[in-house]
């Protein structure tokens, strides 16, 4: 069992950066896969980003690939998302979610156990 709970989002401009962070309390985040879904305004949840820390692997949606980065602090028990040139369209609000290792279906809502409550992120143009 895990708790996550998210921080770091805002109203930002376009083009301009934030950080989220995951902390999570229970287990420790090494022994999960982790990944960043968002969901924006009647919308379903979509996949953002994945990590496994004990098989070495990270993953990118298509739309973030090369401005959003995904990373772990183990001795804070902390994951986080680093994300570069933000657009309007990353309005949402950004969950992480921990799971056993998914293999190639990390990019499915259904493969977490463990989600936190979210945090959002606005960009204006």
């Known amino acids: 069992q895990v708790t996550l709970v998210e921080s770091g989002g805002g109203l930002v401009q376009a083009g301009d950066s934030l950080r989220l962070s995951c902390a999570a309390s229970?287990?420790?985040?090494?022994?999960?896969?982790v990944a960043w879904f968002r969901q924006a305004p009647g919308k379903e949840r979509e996949f953002v980003s994945h990590?496994?820390?004990?098989?070495?692997?990270?993953n990118y949606a298509d739309s973030v690939k090369g401005r959003f980065t995904i990373s772990e602090d183990n001795a804070k028990n902390t994951v986080y998302l680093q994300m570069n040139s933000l657009k309007p369209e990353d309005t949402a609000v950004y969950y992480c979610?921990?799971?056993?290792?998914?293999?190639?279906?990390?990019?499915?809502?259904?493969?977490?156990?463990?989600w936190g409550p979210g945090t959002q992120v606005t960009v204006s143009s």
């Open positions: 979610a921990a799971g056993p290792y998914t293999g190639s279906t990390y990019y499915r809502v259904d493969e977490y156990d463990f």
């Open positions: 229970g287990r420790p985040f090494s022994d999960y896969a």
């Open positions: 990590l496994s820390w004990s098989r070495g692997m990270t």
